[in-house]
Structure formats: structure tokens, C-alpha cells
């Protein structure tokens, strides 16, 4: 969404800032310029004191284009909006499991009765500066020639700062937020504050409308299975979100940056899209070069998309420079060393000698046009010449490899990435072989606009549309022989549903692999991969993304298959259930009807009750009494030595008793403190 013309704050409808209802959104607002004589300066920030010391070097250092990046022309204002992620290094750091068996998962959510978790997930968003583990940062930069300043410009960067990974929120709120700054100052920061405190806490996975003055924002949110755990954002998820099956609405999101430009992002390696798929599902560590920083952090975030509906837990930086406090640790690594799983968006060259053992590296995007003012309304990140260079498509036809293509390639792979710091050329360098081949079907559908730019961006939307729905039902596919160790049971008809459920399939990955092996990947998928695929499941396995999304996805089943439990004895009618019960089965029932029943007060108790916790309260209460006035007298007298029982009985007492024949019954409401026990 573009700056609205007619857009305007009217000072009588201005509203007051409430940092505490702002953080559902926005951890901080900033305003950094750069000074020749101190460098990046931070002149604004609300609410102040919100960022550490070096959390504030980090941010300054990161919302500027990197210098070697930028090329020379004389424009008098360039407008960029792009972002970054960085890690908050007061945090532990958390290491990806890798073990290839999950006998049993110890997690906090997973041990949790469904009602603790949502007060769990409740309670992370009071406070969730301060649980997030990354950071994001979306820039607006402003870089304004004039000849009569030192070194011949100035530039300057609104920054808004995030714990979610809400770049379809704002992206749009920067093009209002961005140029209204530049017109009255201060003044904007305070005006975006007051609006953004009034909107709603974040809905994964909805549409939301949120106002900006007289504008606006329709924006979809990223679904909640998408969403780490770490990030402090408050979200319920179910079952059915999770579902291995296509969407009906391509439109909903699956996955992180849902809105990314994955056709003019790669426009020139549509090839390789399958084997960046690849890369990015089993955890390699990938370096994303491009010549701006719209363009590096748009690339990474549309490699990021085409895993959805995987949670992808790579450590990924849409925007990486020098200044990085991880950089250190990189730069140090050595050949033979291994990289961390991780996706790196740079723009600054100096990273292809620094990083020169990184195992993958892509080259995307064109420098950009000595031309006037760059605009910010389109989606792209920058449109990409028809010609393209390297390993992919000459404008989307699926042309054979002709003598001078192939002569090209392999010059590409002779010369190394190095070769980009002489010109820039798209092409991927990796020694990986990709297990699945690309989809000529899927290219074939593809529409080549020319270059006309209005053409080009609604045909961009169709593009990716296309390629989004494709890699959302290859990864969906990918998952599906995950699907037995997630389904969720019923109780069976006639059996008790106050009864414990019974777990979950144990995961061994030695046993699921040999199965998969004998059974075979599915119609789909065999078609798309070559003979080897069962190997890149293995990697897949021992990758950092498998066990994070393997613990979300269990602890999300285990919660559906207490709340269908719980359900069903909302449904069971006790006095049918107890006539067909032994009287051994009649005392377990007691003490399962009793468990749940605690287990329901104490959530009211604590305040995390659910909307329906007091029907159920009422609910056990009967039942517990019901099956109470069917035991054995002197049973029913044991029972009651314990106060605390005999208060819920008392409780739920009525003066209807359940008299089963050949069975005695007591009223526990007429029994006095001094009865005979």
C-alpha cells in the first residue's frame, strides 16, 4: 500500500501513546542519522530506555545501505525501505536437537493440560520485550543529495522495531510513516504511536484492518504454526491449522512473508528455485549476495516462504553487515569448518572473501538505474532485466542448453563468486545435488510480461501465486508421512472418557525410515524426486528444522486430543455409562471424575479458566456425585474421611439419588460432622 495522497493526522484527533498497548506491535520507534564526524547516531527513540546499549549499536549500525553497496547518481532523494533481524545476545543461546530418536519430549507446553498452555501463551504477552529472542527491524531510508553539504549528502532512517515478523504490517505503515516523518518531524512518531496503541493484539493468520488516521492497513498476518516459540507472541493454535491438506484460499497465509516477490526476486534462477527448496528444508547455510538491500533482505525472505507451512527454524538475517556482533564468529571460521544453519541477505562484497568456505552462495537482483527519485509504491524490490545471467531461464523459456549457455555455465563455476566483484551476475554456486527436479509444468504457467512495469506487477502477483501454491503443496507432501504420529483419538463407543487418553505413536527415526522406505514417498512426490529421496529425508531428520517443528506440531495433537476428551465427557451421560461398570471400574471412574474436576478448579482458581471451565465444573460435580451414590456404603464412607472430597460432594449434592438395584445409596448433603466413621 502506497502513501495515500489525501493522508492526514488532524491534530484534534490525535491520540495519546500507550508504550505498554504498543508493544503488541512495536517494541520501539526510531530515527537514526548519519554523521560524518560519530557515524550512525540514534536522535529518536520512543519509548526511551526500551533498548540496551548494544542493541542500540546494532540497530544504528544495520538501518543504513552498506557504502560499497550503494551506486554513485545524482539524484537529490533516494527512498529505500527494506529490513533486518538480529539476535537479542542477552538471550541464551538455544541449539537445534538433532537426535535422530524422540522416545519422549520433555516440554513445558507439551506436559501442560490444553487450558495451562493457552494461559501459558496468555501470559507471554505481557511482557514480551523482554522474551523475544530476535529482533526486527523495518527501515525507511532517505538518502537526499545536496552539493552543499559535506560529502555532498545526507541520509537519514525511520526504524520500527518489531518482535514479529510482520512485514506485511510494516512495509505499508513505512510508506505513510516514512515521508509523513520528513514533513513534520517529531510530530509523526507521537501521531503513528497513539494509532498503533489503539489497534487490536496481532491474530496470526488473520485479516486485519488497522487504522492509520484517514488510511487503512488490510494486512494478513503469518498463521501461528509459523511463529517460534521464543518470539513472546501471544497465539492459540489448533489441530486443524496444521492439517496436511491444501488451503482452500491461496490468499491465506502458510508461512512467514506470505507477501514476498518470489518471481521477481529470482526471476533469473527459476531452475533452481527446487534445489534453494532444498537447501533451505534440511538447514544449509546459504549466502544471499544482491547489489541493495531491498533486494537481499526481499530475496531471504521469499526463500524463507517457500518452506510454508514447515516451521523454518534457520537462523535467517534479511540484511547482515560487518557490524553484526555474529560476523566475528563467521569471519573466523576456517576451511573444513562447519557453518551454522543459517541465511545470510548481504549486499557489501567484502562477505565473498570473509565468508569464502560458506557452502552456497546465490546471486540475485540488478544494480540499480542511475534514474531519478526511486519510488516505494511497488511491491517489487526492483524490477530484473528480460536478459538474465547464470543458471537460469532466458525470459522463462525452457530453451535447450545451447553451446554458448553451456560455455557460459561453466565459466560461472570456473571463475567462483568472486567474479561478482567485477560485475554482477546472477547464478547460484553450491556442490549440492538436488534430490528433486525441477517442475517444467509449473515454469510452463508462468507469464512473461515484458517490461512493462503495470504488467509486470499484476503478472508478478499471478507468478507467485503460482510458485507459492506449488511449494506449498510440495512441502505439504514432504510432511504428509509425519501425519500418523500427530493423529489425535477419540474414546471408542461404550469405553470412558474420564479415563487418561492414550499417548501419541513414539517417534524412533530408524523405524521411520525403514517404513517409508517399504510403503514409498506417494504419487506426488515420486514423480518430482529422483531414486535417492529417501536421503534427503535422512538430512532432513538430523537438520535444525525437523525436531523444533516435530515438538510444536506433537505438543499442538496432544492439546486436540485433550480438548476431544474433554468434550466428550461434557457429552457422556454418567448414569447410562456407570450401569455398565464393575464395581472396581465404578471407584476408577470416581477417581478420574475427581482429578479432572480438581484439575478444573484450580484453573478457575488461578484465573486461567476457559469460557466453558464452570459448565464443566457443574458438569463433574454431577457426574462425581452420580457416581458417588452407587458405591458400597461402607465405600462411600471411606471415601468421605477425606475433607476435601467430602466438600466437592457436599458441593454437588441432590437430593436425587441414583439408586442402581442391589445397590445402597447415601445423601452426602444430610451428613453431619459428628457421623459415625
Request: hydrophobic share 35%; charged share 20%.
Amino acid at each position: 500500500m502506497s502513501r495515500s495522497p489525501s493522508f492526514s493526522v488532524k491534530s484534534e484527533l490525535s491520540v495519546k501513546a500507550d508504550p505498554d498497548a504498543m508493544q503488541r506491535w512495536v517494541l520501539a520507534f526510531c530515527i537514526i542519522r548519519f554523521d560524518l564526524e560519530q557515524g550512525q547516531l540514534i536522535e529518536e527513540c520512543y519509548p526511551p530506555g526500551c533498548l540496551s546499549q548494544e542493541e542500540e549499536l546494532e540497530v544504528a549500525f544495520s538501518s543504513f545501505p552498506d557504502s560499497v553497496s550503494q551506486h554513485q547518481n545524482r539524484s537529490s532523494i533516494h527512498d529505500c525501505i527494506f529490513f533486518f533481524r538480529f539476535q537479542r545476545h542477552k538471550h541464551s543461546k538455544q541449539g537445534n536437537g538433532t537426535s535422530s530418536e524422540i522416545s519422549e519430549i520433555v516440554d513445558k507446553e507439551t506436559s501442560s493440560t490444553p487450558e495451562e498452555v493457552k494461559s501459558i501463551r496468555r501470559s507471554r504477552s505481557t511482557d514480551i520485550s523482554k522474551s523475544s529472542k530476535y529482533l526486527y527491524g523495518y527501515v525507511f531510508n532517505r538518502q537526499r543529495h545536496d552539493e552543499r553539504l559535506k560529502r555532498g549528502g545526507e541520509q537519514k532512517s525511520v526504524v520500527i522495531l518489531s518482535h514479529g515478523p510482520y512485514s506485511s504490517v510494516f512495509r505499508p505503515l513505512l510508506q505513510i510513516m516514512g515521508p509523513l516523518y520528513f514533513d513534520i518531524g517529531r510530530k509523526a512518531i507521537e501521531h503513528i504511536a497513539g494509532y498503533v496503541s489503539l489497534w487490536p493484539s496481532p491474530v496470526p493468520g488473520k485479516l486485519m484492518e488497522l487504522p492509520i488516521g484517514n488510511a487503512m492497513l488490510k494486512v494478513n498476518l503469518p498463521p501461528a504454526h509459523s511463529l517460534p516459540l521464543e518470539s513472546g507472541i501471544s497465539y492459540e493454535e489448533s489441530a486443524s491449522s496444521m492439517a496436511p491438506f491444501l488451503p482452500s484460499n491461496p490468499s491465506v497465509p502458510q508461512g512467514l512473508f506470505h507477501d514476498s516477490d518470489i518471481f521477481g526476486t529470482f526471476r533469473g534462477l527459476l531452475l533452481q528455485l527446487w534445489l534453494l527448496w532444498e537447501l533451505l528444508l534440511i538447514g544449509e547455510p546459504i549466502l544471499i549476495i544482491a547489489p541493495t538491500p531491498p533486494q537481499c533482505c526481499e530475496a531471504v525472505a521469499s526463500l524463507v516462504s517457500l518452506v510454508a507451512p514447515l516451521l523454518c527454524s534457520v537462523d535467517f538475517r534479511p540484511y547482515f553487515t560487518i557490524h553484526d556482533p555474529d560476523f566475528a564468529q563467521l569471519n573466523a571460521l576456517q576451511e573444513g569448518d562447519k557453518y551454522p544453519p543459517m541465511v545470510l541477505g548481504v549486499t557489501n562484497l567484502f562477505f565473498l572473501k570473509a565468508l569464502r568456505y560458506i557452502p552456497h552462495i546465490v546471486s540475485v537482483g540488478s544494480p540499480a538505474p542511475s534514474s531519478s527519485r526511486v519510488t516505494i509504491a511497488s511491491r517489487s524490490t526492483g524490477r530484473i532485466p528480460a536478459k538474465q545471467e547464470g543458471f537460469g531461464l532466458q525470459q522463462l523459456s525452457l530453451k535447450k542448453f545451447s553451446p554458448s549457455s553451456l560455455f557460459n555455465a561453466v565459466k560461472l563455476r570456473r571463475d567462483g563468486p568472486l567474479c561478482l566483484m567485477t560485475e554482477h551476475k546472477e547464478a547460484i554456486w553450491s556442490t549440492y545435488v538436488a534430490t528433486t527436479k525441477p517442475d517444467t509444468s509449473i515454469l510452463n504457467r508462468l507469464i512473461d510480461a515484458g517490461m512493462s512495469p503495470r504488467v509486470e506487477e499484476s503478472m508478478s502477483v499471478v507468478n507467485n501465486e503460482i510458485l507459492r501454491r506449488h511449494f506449498l503443496e510440495l512441502t505439504t507432501n514432504f510432511l504428509a508421512p509425519f501425519g500418523p504420529y500427530f493423529r489425535a483419538t477419540t474414546p471408542s463407543e461404550g469405553s470412558s472418557p474420564y479415563a487418561d487418553p492414550p499417548p501419541l505413536p513414539p517417534f524412533n527415526a530408524d523405524d521411520f525410515l525403514m517404513s517409508l522406505s517399504a510403503r514409498g514417498v506417494g504419487k506426488f512426490l515420486s514423480k518430482r524426486m529422483r531414486s535417492n529421496w529417501l536421503d534427503l529425508y535422512r538430512r532432513f531428520l538430523k537438520g535444525p528444522n525437523f525436531l523444533p517443528w516435530f515438538q510444536r506440531r506433537l505438543s499442538i495433537a496432544e492439546n486436540e486430543q485433550h480438548r476431544l476428551w474433554r468434550q466428550a465427557r461434557m457429552k457422556t451421560d454418567i448414569h447410562l455409562l456407570i450401569t455398565k461398570m464393575l464395581e472396581l471400574e465404578t471407584v476408577d471412574c470416581f477417581n478420574a471424575i475427581e482429578r479432572h474436576l480438581l484439575g478444573e478448579m484450580q484453573l478457575q482458581q488461578s484465573g486461567r479458566a476457559i469460557s466453558d471451565s464452570a459448565a464443566m465444573c457443574q458438569k463433574l460435580k454431577g457426574d462425581l456425585q452420580a457416581v458417588f451414590n452407587v458405591l458400597p456404603n461402607d465405600m462411600q464412607q471411606l471415601l468421605l474421611l477425606n475433607p476435601q472430597r467430602a466438600a466437592l460432594l457436599q458441593g454437588s449434592s441432590n437430593p436425587e439419588l441414583t439408586k442402581l438395584p442391589g445397590r445402597p445409596s447415601i445423601q452426602v448433603g444430610v451428613v453431619s460432622s459428628n457421623s459415625p466413621r
